[in-house]
């Protein structure tokens, strides 16, 4: 074979998944007189950046309440318990910190 | 995401801006491209409360706006046809690649990322073909399910994708049924983790003399050409058919892990062996061939056989190098292993593990400081999970124990060259047959 002859092989890479589109909830017209809860994923530290994340609503935002929350157990489980408290009592959240 | 789709929650994630191509491809990948984030520096852990309100005040370092401007913005701005346009992108994968000379198509697959980065052999048609002749499966079969990471989505191979990665790898026909094996573990030797792990592949049985591996000298590489090739073929396999192992996107391991370009693969040595082989511990019978893969390598603790006056000292001091996250299992060479019986009296590997298990202790308040206990053990135990849950009632001083039993493993593997052993830090996943991919 010739170093310009031409070779047929096979694609290595798997199948993917189709993707659906997901919907995104409406926003709020305003954060005041609004819930919003602070999650946190419990994961390096997290915890100490969002509890400096409510002080900072506290001190330029006291109009909006803030709600300190740790997920249930590690992020690497769902946590419908945590979900619906904030979907009954919240308006919305700020998840953190991906790292 | 979870909270935004399903409880109609409008949300905003912040991240690390490490994570800026990552979380932004998870996001477009579950069909949620408009996902508002907002990334602070890295890193986060570690920091004092100062140095974290100062992130809070502080800019987007990947945009430069206000941080807590992007979080009220992301939970009041209305959304723009941009962020809710279709998600709609060609993710088929062809059969084939355009056709090209060999030294195009070793730049293609380079470039492509679906390399280990050293050279590879062309998976022609023939040679796929080879490859497929020594199994009985159907080569459009699905053989399983894999992803780099918990967030990302499940991809789906079949026969003839495992055997196009073998045959890259440089494996032989005849191993192919250890490499579909250990596909259909589903188990990654490429996981994203930003802890840099890799796999290891322990196989049993009549298999190993079959494809002529080696359990003896020099068996954990890079010496015998069944266990480099197929522990290879399991790492490019695993980063092909997830969708993808490139740094910054699919793989977020920090410092790499050189364990994983042959992902630790190798025969136990049963022959050699005092006790009963690893598959018969898990189920199987001698007679059965099995592969057992087990996933998070990186630590190792080494020293050379047992000494008769302080060996349980010494045994503890490894076991308390180990981070208690990443529980151990053992690697022995026949010849520790029989001083194991000689100095301890274990008579299985189980009567090891059970002394392994009750001397793996470090005081409480230590155990629980550990950064990965505090992000993957502590949330368990204040969830009420056991054993955690029970350890967290212990006084800061009593020495707990660091791993659960059923998480320590004992493998005999080496020539008996001399009596040198290590702690591989590691998870076992599972053990699957290799009979059922002949």
């Avoid at chain 2, 974290?52 to 005040?57: C, E, K």
């Avoid at chain 2, 070793?106 to 280990?116: A, G, S």
């Avoid at chain 2, 151990?328 to 100095?343: E, G, K």
Wanted: glycine fraction near 8%; hydrophobic fraction near 40%.
């Amino acid at each position: 074979m010739g170093m310009n002859d031409k070779l047929t092989v096979l694609n290595p890479i798997g199948f993917a998944p189709t993707v659906t589109r997901k919907e995104l909830a409406p926003r709020l017209d305003t954060l005041d007189g609004k819930t919003v809860y602070l999650v946190d994923c419990r994961f390096d530290d997290s915890d100490v950046f969002l509890k400096q994340m409510q002080a900072w609503f506290a001190e330029h935002m006291p109009g909006v309440r803030t709600v300190f929350k740790p997920i249930s157990s590690v992020y690497l489980k769902d946590d419908p318990t945590t979900w619906e408290e904030i979907r009954a009592r919240g308006h919305a959240a700020v998840v953190g910190v991906g790292h | 995401m979870t909270i935004e789709a399903q409880y109609g929650v409008p949300t905003v994630a912040v991240h690390t801006d490490k994570f800026d191509r990552v979380v932004r491809s998870v996001a477009s990948v579950n069909g949620m491209p408009g996902l508002q984030q907002v990334f602070v520096p890295q890193p986060v852990m570690g920091k004092s409360a100062r140095e974290l309100r100062a992130y809070v005040d502080g800019n987007d370092p990947l945009t430069g706006r206000l941080v807590m401007q992007e979080v009220i913005e992301g939970l009041t701005r209305p959304f723009d046809d941009e962020d809710l346009k279709p998600v709609e992108f060609d993710r088929s994968t062809p059969r084939l690649c355009a056709p090209d000379t060999e030294e195009n198509l070793h730049r293609l697959f380079l470039e492509n990322n679906w390399t280990d980065t050293l050279p590879i052999v062309l998976p022609t048609e023939e040679r796929v073909a080879a490859m497929l002749a020594h199994t009985h499966r159907k080569a459009d079969e699905v053989v399983g399910h894999m992803r780099p990471t918990y967030f990302r989505e499940y991809w789906e191979y079949t026969v003839e994708k495992v055997a196009v990665n073998a045959v890259m790898a440089g494996a032989r026909p005849e191993y192919l049924p250890v490499i579909l094996a250990l596909a259909a573990t589903g188990a990654s030797a490429r996981g994203s983790t930003t802890s840099s792990m890799a796999a290891m592949a322990v196989v049993n049985g009549p298999i190993r003399h079959e494809i002529q591996m080696n359990s003896g000298t020099g068996a954990m590489a890079p010496y015998n050409h069944a266990n480099a090739t197929i522990g290879r073929a399991y790492g490019l396999l695993s980063q092909n058919l997830q969708g993808g192992s490139v740094p910054g996107l699919t793989y977020m391991g920090s410092q790499g892990n050189n364990y994983a370009y042959n992902s630790v693969t190798f025969a136990e040595n049963e022959e050699r062996s005092p006790w009963e082989a690893f598959h018969v511990q898990q189920g199987f019978k001698p007679t059965d061939s099995t592969v057992s893969v087990f996933t998070g390598c990186r630590s190792t603790a080494f020293t050379l056989g047992l000494r008769e006056k302080h060996w349980r000292e010494h045994v503890r001091n490894m076991l308390r190098g180990m981070d208690p996250h990443i529980p151990p299992t053992l690697l022995l060479d026949p010849i520790t292993a029989r001083q194991f019986i000689d100095r301890g009296g274990f008579r299985t590997k189980a009567a090891l593990i059970d002394w392994l298990y009750d001397n793996a202790r470090m005081p409480a308040t230590e155990y629980w400081d550990y950064q990965l206990v505090q992000n993957y053990l502590y949330p368990r135990a204040t969830f009420g999970e056991e054993p955690w849950a029970s350890k967290l009632k212990a006084a800061p001083d009593e020495l707990i124990r660091m791993f659960r039993r059923e998480d320590i493993h004992v493998v005999v593997v080496g020539g008996e060259t001399n009596g040198y052993w290590r702690i591989m830090g590691c998870t076992y996943q599972k053990t699957v047959s290799v009979d059922e991919w002949r």
